[in-house]
């Protein structure tokens, strides 16, 4: 009797420890991948965090800002946080589809997300050029300028991830994790757009303040 206890608790285990038939990958939770880029987002919010604290810290001590004439000027940040928040739509379709496994819709996704983040970052020179102030000219510069710096390197890695996945996704080998790599790159691009809003309210809105 306790020998076929013994045999049969053997099979449950031996069974119990089969996942051949489980998916080789997951979306969302499911994904070590989903937690990395969460756990990533969270380190880099923070750094934007203490870098948005030390601009306030520095004008709490200037009698005047911005130490230059004049703010930057409002045309290309508004038009480039128009161009963000318009981003997300190409975005969002390249997640829901490559969620769905859809190919076809993934890789029109990714040449949509691809062609605006290459549009933004032609933008985003343009904003570097309307600053009105130099990194090494004051406080005021250097902050803002940092400001602009940390996000647009966030910008360039999720822009040239972009570009590297849709080549992939057009090339192949098309494998399930390639469609977890996209997912995951759209929920990186939603961090990108939203932490924008903050920082241009900060860099555009607060020197008009007075």
């Known amino acids: 009797m306790g020998r076929q206890t013994e045999l049969a608790r053997a099979r449950v285990d031996g069974a119990a420890l ?17 937690w990395g880029t969460l756990g990533l987002m969270a380190i880099e919010g923070t750094v934007f965090a ?6 306030f810290y520095l004008r709490a001590f200037a009698s005047r800002w911005p130490m230059e004439d004049q703010p930057p000027a409002l045309l290309w940040g508004t ?10 739509w190409p975005a969002h379709y390249a997640k829901r589809a490559a969620e769905a496994l859809d190919l076809r819709k993934v890789r029109l996704g990714l040449l949509m997300t691809s062609a605006a983040e290459l549009a933004i970052l032609g933008v ?17 510069g250097s902050i803002v300028w940092m400001l602009m710096g940390l996000h647009t390197l966030h910008l360039i890695t999720d822009a040239y991830d972009t570009l590297v996945l849709t080549v992939l996704m057009h090339t192949g080998p098309i ?20 932490s924008w809003l903050p920082l241009y309210a900060v860099i555009y809105g607060v020197p008009r303040l007075g």
Not at 18 to 34: A, K, N, Q, T
Not at 176 to 193: A, I, P, Q, T
């Open 124 to 140: 985003r020179a343009l904003e570097f050029q309307t600053l009105n102030c130099r990194w090494d000219g004051s406080a005021y």
């Open 18 to 34: 089969d996942v051949s038939h489980l998916p080789s990958f997951g979306f969302s939770h499911r994904s070590l991948m989903w």
């Open 50 to 55: 203490l870098a948005i604290g030390a601009y």
């Open 79 to 88: 038009v480039n946080t128009l161009l963000f928040l318009a981003s997300l």
């Open 175 to 194: 494998e399930g994790k390639r469609y977890v790599d996209v997912s995951e790159n759209s929920l990186y691009w939603y961090f990108v757009v939203w």
